[in-house]
T-cell receptor, first 109, second 115 residues
Framework: AQRVTQPEKLLSVFKGAPVELKCNYSYSGSPELFWYVQYSRQRLQLLLRHISRESIKGFTADLNKGETSFHLKKPFAQEEDSAMYYCALTGNTGNQFYFGTGTSLTVIP | ETGVTQSPTHLIKTRGQQVTLRCSSQSGHNTVSWYQQALGQGPQFIFQYYREEENGRGNFPPRFSGLQFPNYSSELNVNALELDDSALYLC??????????????FGPGTRLLVL
């Protein structure tokens, strides 16, 4: 069964501190991994995807196939990073999509 | 380019009734996916339509059905509503099925309450 696990429902860090949001997955194949973000009163939107190997708003995420993880990291958290973050997975054909339960990040000023 | 819209924004139904939720995709997007998001949970994939055909389905019973139209609009129909169907229903559109190159664009959602 395909599954995405985000072990932390809530995470609080101080402004300027490093932040890591954890994501583990199980998938029988080669998955594509994503991080989606939902800011207060806004729609769910794509933050980044592993295939692009990009840094968005200072966030990066590395796919570790050995540990089946795709943790989201930022070296210095900003107040505007406070949001709900969802890790997500799709398979080769892209016709199914699986979200984790989300982590609510609060950056304390 | 307009964004993804959904209607209605809120809806209240009673158990056993049927409901139709609507979504208007971004122009040029041939793929629409529907999700159910219960309170405190992540979105759960219901199904995906590509060029008016169902292209993938999650673990939802047949009473959840959909339609996609050539004008980039789509519907989610739920028959025989149950209390557990109360949730936020999201649609998301993309040019093609959500492979690595494609981004899904989400609508604001329809909040359904079943009494």
């Amino acid at each position: 069964a395909q599954r995405v696990t985000q072990p932390e429902k809530l995470l609080s860090v101080f402004k300027g501190a490093p932040v890591e949001l954890k994501c583990n997955y199980s998938y029988s194949g080669s998955p594509e991994l994503f991080w989606y973000v939902q800011y207060s009163r806004q729609r769910l939107q794509l933050l980044l995807r592993h295939i692009s190997r990009e840094s968005i708003k200072g966030f990066t995420a590395d796919l570790n196939k050995g540990e089946t993880s795709f943790h989201l990291k930022k070296p210095f958290a900003q107040e505007e990073d406070s949001a709900m973050y969802y890790c997500a997975l799709t398979g080769n054909t892209g016709n199914q999509f699986y979200f984790g339960t989300g982590t609510s990040l609060t950056v304390i000023p | 380019e307009t964004g993804v819209t959904q209607s209605p924004t809120h809806l209240i139904k009673t158990r056993g009734q049927q409901v139709t939720l609507r979504c208007s995709s971004q122009s040029g997007h041939n793929t629409v996916s529907w999700y159910q998001q219960a309170l405190g949970q992540g979105p759960q994939f219901i199904f995906q339509y590509y060029r008016e055909e169902e292209n993938g389905r999650g673990n939802f019973p047949p009473r959840f059905s959909g339609l996609q139209f050539p004008n980039y609009s789509s519907e989610l129909n739920v028959n025989a509503l149950e209390l557990d169907d109360s949730a936020l229903y999201l649609c998301a559109s993309s040019p093609y099925p959500t492979r690595q190159q494609e981004t899904q664009y989400f609508g604001p959602g329809t909040r359904l309450l079943v009494l």
